[in-house]
């Protein structure tokens, strides 16, 4: 029976796809300046095989990332044991669709172009939250 890749492991790994991808990196480019193959990544990434830490550190030093950053918004072992898991910003943001919309959105230069994206996609979700995120249009304030 193969074991499932720890939740941490897991973790670090989707981290380590998020710097890569904000940074527009490919596995490969990546592969390349630890000297690995790209199934290597894939595999990091994936938790799939764990990231010794001389490894982690080259991966922080070629993604320009501090080590704490691979780190951020892990889930608890606690939790995890008893059978929580939430969504988490780290995992939303490694698809690669959040990835390329979350580049879209910050190309928009018009801040009320922004406001009305984000309205629309509100819309499309169903999400009535707009002004409790903060994030209201200000023209449409009342007194």
Same mark, same amino acid.
């Given at each position: 029976?193969?074991?499932?890749?720890?939740?941490?492991?897991?973790?670090?790994?989707?981290? &380590?796809?998020?710097?890569?991808?904000?940074?527009?990196?490919?596995?490969?480019?990546?592969?390349?300046?630890?000297?690995?193959?790209?199934?290597?990544?894939?595999?990091?990434?994936?938790?799939?095989?764990?990231?010794?830490?001389?490894?982690?550190?080259?991966?922080?030093?070629?993604?320009?990332?501090? &080590?704490?950053?691979?780190?951020?918004?892990?889930?608890?072992?606690?939790?995890?044991?008893?059978?929580?898991?939430?969504?988490?910003?780290?995992?939303?943001?490694?698809?690669?669709?959040?990835?390329?919309?979350?580049?879209?959105? &910050?190309?928009?230069?018009?801040?009320?172009?922004?406001?009305?994206?984000?309205?629309?996609?509100?819309?499309?979700?169903?999400?009535?939250?707009?002004?409790?995120?903060?994030?209201?249009?200000?023209?449409?304030?009342?007194?």
């Amino acid at each position: 029976m193969r074991k499932s890749p720890d939740v941490i492991d897991r973790h670090v790994g989707a981290r &380590i796809r998020l710097r890569r991808n904000m940074l527009g990196m490919s596995q490969e480019k990546l592969a390349e300046g630890l000297g690995i193959t790209f199934q290597q990544v894939q595999k990091y990434e994936k938790g799939t095989n764990r990231v010794g830490a001389s490894r982690l550190q080259n991966i922080a030093s070629i993604l320009e990332a501090p &080590i704490a950053f691979f780190f951020e918004e892990g889930p608890s072992p606690v939790l995890e044991a008893n059978g929580w898991v939430a969504d988490t910003p780290t995992q939303l943001m490694t698809s690669k669709e959040c990835v390329a919309l979350a580049r879209a959105f &910050i190309a928009i230069e018009d801040k009320k172009v922004q406001q009305k994206v984000l309205s629309l996609v509100r819309a499309l979700s169903g999400d009535k939250s707009e002004a409790s995120a903060g994030l209201e249009d200000p023209a449409h304030k009342t007194a």
